[in-house]
Nanobody, 129 residues
Framework: QVRLEESGGGSVQAGGSLRLACAAF???????????MAWFRQAPGKEREGVAA????????YYDDSVKGRFTISLDIPKRTAYLQMNGLRPEDTAMYYC???????????????????WGQGTQVTVSS
């Protein structure tokens, strides 16, 4: 049974950094390397939005325009863990962040639709001005 567990959220001031981690349980190392992993976020009163995605073992990377140049998605395949390094955080980045595995349409812009096989429970990121 696949299970995703996020960690690393917290409260920071604008301009600060956080690194989110998503540990994936239930995959072999090879299987994990073939899955599309992504980070989504949802702020109160807003729809969920795709932040970043990575497929092909890291060969393809996608970012929402709002985070390009500030956020970096990465994978540690032996650890079956996906990361989201967030630098230059802004108050508008405040949201619950979710990790997703086996994201559909990962090689197209439609990965943002959020169709995925598995989701984590979320980790809160709060950025104060």
């Amino acid at each position: 049974q696949v299970r995703l567990e996020e960690s690393g959220g917290g409260s920071v001031q604008a301009g600060g950094s956080l690194r989110l981690a998503c540990a994936a349980f239930g995959y072999s190392e090879y299987d994990f390397s073939t899955k599309c992993m992504a980070w989504f976020r949802q702020a109160p009163g807003k729809e969920r939005e795709g932040v970043a995605a990575m497929s092909d073992g890291g060969g393809r990377v996608y970012y929402d325009d709002s985070v390009k140049g500030r956020f970096t998605i990465s994978l540690d395949i032996p650890k079956r863990t996906a990361y989201l390094q967030m630098n230059g955080l802004r108050p508008e980045d405040t949201a619950m962040y979710y990790c997703a595995a086996e994201v559909l349409n990962c090689r197209t812009a439609y990965w943002r639709n959020g169709a995925a096989g598995y989701w984590g429970q979320g980790t809160q990121v709060t950025v104060s001005s």
